[in-house]
């Protein structure tokens, strides 16, 4: 109870002094919760702005770290392809001094070997120079000794007169000089003639190769064939009327024996032989034969002989592309379609040598126009008519000059068989052409007989020669074989009897190729042991 009631006391004395002093102590103790509160709100703000410049101060320290190493960065870049260009530079100039080294080491190089070089021609004209002064020493020598045996000699000889003394020393120097004249001679021929004939061969195998022409082995048209034989008594007529007739209008020989429908044309005109052949032909078709028909038909014969004539002279000058010929010219030439030697047409004949002749002069240099000229005319004279005088090619001459052809193509025609003198290159190359197409495979034929005699005239020619056993005409005429006596002939005389052969060969024989000389000299010796 006396706690109770001290209780009741101190609680009323608490809520005594709390009604006294108790509103004092409120905004005391408010006065210092604000002021705590305060100091702590100040102290959190504080605390919370230092955490915030912290913060800031971090991310500004961040930033500018991230920035200093960016420019770091570039600045190394920048460095690096500083050093890098720097380096390149010093690069360049390292192989810009090593190559003006190694420019400046070969120049040394080639002084020294110009200097070795120099010193070594020094050398070798030291050593040139000791050999000519012996030389010369030995050679003073030798004419001192020379110089005494002459005096020696000129003093025996001073009874002789100047043309004695002149014919000894003469044969003294021919029998000095004739074997080295000999030896000379010898090898400037052999050279020349091998170079003319490389040469020659060149040309003539690269025009060959361009031109080929099938052979041409045409016979002159002069047998006419009849239906029956029959037809032979029409064609003589009553008491050979009809026969008559037809060989005074045609001016041909009309030749009907037995052989059975057949007639034959002679005549050596081969344009009137044409025009015969023609019209007997008409005549045997037509049936009616009486001497009004036929100097009818023969009318009409000459007319086409004529225009065929023209036309063959035309197409060959067109064909080869010749102008400016007269059209006398152009017609004389088509009358050589009708021409034959040793079965070659003349014409053919003529179209080829024109083409073989350019080719040639093309081949040389020439102008190719004058030589296909001149070797398309080169034969016209065998189409002129026979009351000229003179050979074809003297003739052709005449007449192409009359109708203002060049004195180059003039000369040409009258040269082409050697007959005149040729004047220029041309005239050689048109007898070179017509040679080659008269000689080429299948382009004439030549009778038995003539072919005899000509072998036989050849090895004639070779027999008439001093030295000469046997002589052998081989290969159709083209080659000459001629064994000589070795106790009479020496190699140097058989060789200048092979020369000899071929000068006479072209000077006295005619032969449309070339003909090959071959000289045997052969020794033997037997003995026999027993």
């Not at 050279?191 to 003539?204: G, K, P, T, Y």
């Not at 025009?275 to 100097?295: F, N, Q, T």
């Not at 179209?351 to 240099?365: D, K, P, Q, T």
Request: overall charge negative.
């Amino acid at each position: 109870m006396k706690l109770q009631s001290a209780i009741f006391a101190d609680v009323a004395t608490a809520t005594t002094f709390w009604d006294e002093y108790g509103p004092v102590w409120v905004f005391v103790v408010a006065g210092v919760a604000g002021i705590l509160l305060g100091l702590v709100g100040s102290w959190m703000v504080t605390r919370y702005s230092r955490r915030m410049a912290a913060h800031q101060a971090n991310q500004l320290v961040e930033v500018a770290r991230r920035e200093a190493a960016v420019e770091a960065h570039e600045l190394r870049q920048k460095v690096e392809e500083e050093m890098q260009e720097k380096r390149s530079e010093m690069t360049r100039e390292f192989d810009r001094r090593e190559i003006e080294a190694d420019l400046k080491l070969r120049e040394i190089r080639a002084h020294e070997e110009s200097l070795a070089l120099l010193d070594h021609q020094l050398e070798q004209k030291q050593e040139r120079l000791s050999r000519e002064n012996a030389a010369a020493k030995q050679a003073r020598d030798v004419l001192r000794e020379t110089s005494k045996n002459l005096r020696k000699r000129l003093e025996g000889m001073s009874q002789m007169d100047a043309e004695e003394i002149k014919k000894i020393l003469r044969e003294e120097v021919e029998m000095e000089c004739q074997d080295e004249l000999r030896l000379l001679r010898r090898e400037t021929l052999d050279r020349s003639e091998h170079d003319l004939e490389m040469q020659a061969r060149r040309i003539l195998i690269a025009t060959m190769q361009r031109m080929a022409s099938k052979p041409n082995a045409d016979i002159t048209a002069t047998i006419v064939q009849l239906p029956n034989d029959e037809m032979k008594g029409r064609i003589i007529g009553r008491e050979g009327r009809n026969i008559k007739a037809f060989e005074a209008v045609t001016g041909v020989t009309l030749l009907i024996d037995e052989t059975p429908q057949m007639v034959l044309i002679s005549s050596f005109d081969p344009v009137r032989r044409e025009i015969a052949r023609i019209a007997l032909d008409s005549l045997v078709k037509d049936g009616r034969i009486h001497p009004a028909s036929i100097e009818e038909s023969v009318n009409r014969a000459a007319e086409e002989v004529n225009i065929n004539v023209q036309q063959a002279g035309e197409s060959a000058v067109e064909y080869l592309g010749v102008t400016g010929l007269h059209p006398e010219i152009i017609k004389l030439l088509g009358k050589l379609k009708y021409r034959f030697s040793y079965t070659q047409n003349v014409l053919d004949h003529s179209i080829e040598v024109g083409f073989l002749a350019s080719m040639i002069a093309s081949e040389v240099g020439l102008d190719p126009n004058i030589a296909k000229r001149a070797g398309l005319l080169h034969d016209i004279g065998k189409a002129v008519d026979g009351e000229y005088e003179g050979s074809h090619a003297t003739i052709g001459a005449e007449f192409v000059k009359r109708h203002d052809e060049t004195p180059i193509v003039v000369n040409a025609i009258a040269a082409h068989h050697e007959e005149v003198k040729p004047e220029t290159v041309y005239a050689g190359l048109v007898i070179l052409a017509d040679t080659i197409s008269a000689i080429r495979p299948g382009a004439r034929a030549e009778a038995m007989t003539n072919y005899i005699q000509r072998l036989g005239r050849l090895e004639k020619l070779a027999l008439s020669i001093d030295g000469v056993q046997q002589a052998y005409a081989i290969q159709a005429g083209r080659e000459i074989r001629v064994l000589v006596s070795p106790q009479h002939v020496s190699d140097d005389q058989a060789r200048e009897l092979a020369r000899e052969l071929r000068r006479k060969i072209e000077s006295e024989l005619q032969y449309p190729s070339t003909i090959k000389v071959t000289v045997i000299r052969e020794s033997r010796f037997t003995e026999t042991a027993t």
